[in-house]
């Protein structure tokens, strides 16, 4: 075991593991079942995970942000600020969510970081950046919108590579 509950429901580290040192304390958990003994994963400052959420692998919940209901954040992903991760959704890789931001559970949902922006996709919309279209419009004008939103031509080549993988998905 790495962790114990206390009483409060904070996390206690048990043992080194990562960047985490024995004696750490972590921030909030409802159970066991919410954070993974194994890897690297934590919890820390005043997060919460609680419901059926499950925290793994190498992924990290800090500051103030929550992850509920069915949620699951695994990877390296990192849940920060005050974001919110629930309903069904995952959070893997290397995603970041932070800030105020809301991930709330549609499936399949997509977080990938790109060189300027993160890109979220589900299958009716795509974000980049302050800009959000329909899979079928960000892979017919992506360039033009690169152009107008002044990205390199790297950049551009770089996300049409990414819109590409959603060619497909369904």
Excluded at 10 to 19: Q, S, T, V
Aim: aromatic share 12%; net charge positive.
């Amino acid at each position: 075991m790495k962790y114990k509950i206390r009483k409060d429901g904070r996390i206690k580290a048990l043992k080194n593991f990562g960047i985490i040192t024995k004696g750490t304390i972590g921030g909030f958990i409802s159970g066991e079942e919410n954070l993974s003994h194994e890897g690297n994963c934590w919890v820390s400052g005043d997060a919460w995970v609680y419901g059926n959420a499950r925290v793994y692998g190498d992924a990290l919940v800090f500051e103030n942000a929550e992850v509920f209901g069915n949620a699951y954040v695994f990877g390296d992903a990192h849940v920060f600020g005050d974001a919110h991760v629930f309903g069904d959704a995952w959070v893997d890789g290397g995603a970041s969510v932070s800030g105020s931001s809301l991930v709330n559970g549609i499936r399949p949902y997509y977080c990938i970081q790109a060189s300027q922006h993160t890109i979220t996709a589900t299958l009716e919309a795509i974000t980049i950046g302050c800009e959000t279209h329909t899979p079928k419009h960000w892979l017919k004008n992506y360039k033009q919108i690169g152009k107008a939103n002044g990205y390199t031509k790297e950049q551009i080549a770089e996300y049409g590579a990414i819109l590409s993988l959603f060619k497909k998905w369904k």
